[in-house]
């Protein structure tokens, strides 16, 4: 296996002026791929480079990725504080108290005194089940609620206070979400989590979240191609089939999934990658530090965005909901 340096992996800038790798590892592939597989790719990662880990109570893996956390450790591969591991509390925990329980649960399963970077996961407690179908619905699920956030997100700051992590973040958002909360927030969040791809680039959002010292970071940065059967929609997009990336691939000759990658970065987003083969996350790695896209390519792309995203969250509806546009305030925005 062929490691990275360090020095050529490119970096982004947190509102304390610390830098992360601006390209990091995903381990949310639950649906397809055990616990073992993951947490191997893991370690195959961090030997890769890799020192950027996304985690989540919801993926199932997290003791998993403990173990290897450890080991890498261990091994010599790393040294803690070089990596910078993210978790995120799932719906069913945003109670008070819960968001605490969760963290501190995750903490334990990735054998860690601290946690980097900590999200929220979905900006409200519509609980569904891992693996569900995606017409299934929880008749206790509700709208948007600022108050119901607000109690999940004190319990955030908490976490940062109390120094069982370091920052923290929300994911899955839309700017009125956060024009309600942000004035809120005694400590404010370092991260946006958000679906960025070729083909969904959230122009507005991503501006927004950069103008607020919120780092980007991409889930779905290759168009998710392995994503649930759940969250297919017939008129999706595939962005490693659009041509434009596909003419640029040629181009460069390389696979259209590392052109997805290589503008991910350059735009200033952090995409998380998800792959438990080795061939392809060492050159989803290494593709961000040489032969980048001109100019004329990177224009190419952000003409060419389809405006499709591709995980709707439709699980989240609550009765009542006309379809998924309702909970990115496409409708209107709700809340009480």
Request: aromatic residues 8%.
């Amino acid at each position: 296996m062929t490691k990275i340096e360090q020095t050529k992996i490119p970096r982004r800038i947190l509102y304390s002026g610390e830098s992360i790798p601006a390209i990091g590892l995903g381990t949310f592939g639950s649906d397809k791929y055990g616990a073992e597989q993951i947490s191997e790719a893991v370690y195959g990662g961090i030997r890769a480079g890799y020192r950027l880990i996304d985690c989540a109570a919801v993926y199932q893996n997290e003791a998993q990725i403990g173990e290897v956390l450890e080991r890498a450790v261990a091994d010599g591969l790393v040294k803690r504080e070089e990596l910078f591991i993210t978790s995120k509390v799932w719906n069913d925990m945003h109670g008070e108290g819960q968001v605490l329980e969760s963290c501190k649960k995750s903490l334990q399963d990735l054998k860690l005194s601290q946690i980097d970077l900590y999200f929220v996961h979905w900006p409200f407690p519509n609980y569904h089940a891992p693996g569900c179908d995606g017409d299934s619905r929880n008749p206790d699920s509700r709208p948007f609620s600022v108050e119901e956030f607000m109690v999940a997100w004190r319990q955030c700051e908490q976490l940062v206070e109390e120094g069982l992590v370091r920052y923290i973040g929300m994911s899955n958002m839309t700017i009125p979400k956060l024009e309600a909360v942000l004035p809120l927030c005694r400590i404010k969040p370092a991260a946006l989590e958000m679906e960025l791809h070729p083909a969904f680039q959230q122009p507005e959002l991503f501006d927004y979240a950069v103008s607020h010292q919120m780092v980007p970071i991409g889930f779905c940065p290759l168009g998710s191609p392995s994503r649930p059967e759940r969250d297919r929609t017939p008129e999706d997009v595939a962005a490693t089939q659009m041509p434009e990336v596909v003419e640029i691939a040629a181009a460069h000759g390389i696979h259209p999934a590392l052109v997805c990658l290589k503008w991910a970065v350059q735009r200033g987003q952090v995409p998380i990658p998800f792959s438990v083969k080795e061939p392809q996350y060492t050159s989803n790695l290494a593709c961000v530090t040489e032969d980048p896209l001109t100019d004329e390519e990177m224009e190419r792309i952000q003409n060419a965005d389809r405006h499709c995203r591709l995980v709707k969250g439709q699980v989240f509806l609550w009765p009542g909901a006309k379809s998924w546009e309702d909970l990115w305030d496409i409708n209107g925005y709700i809340t009480k």
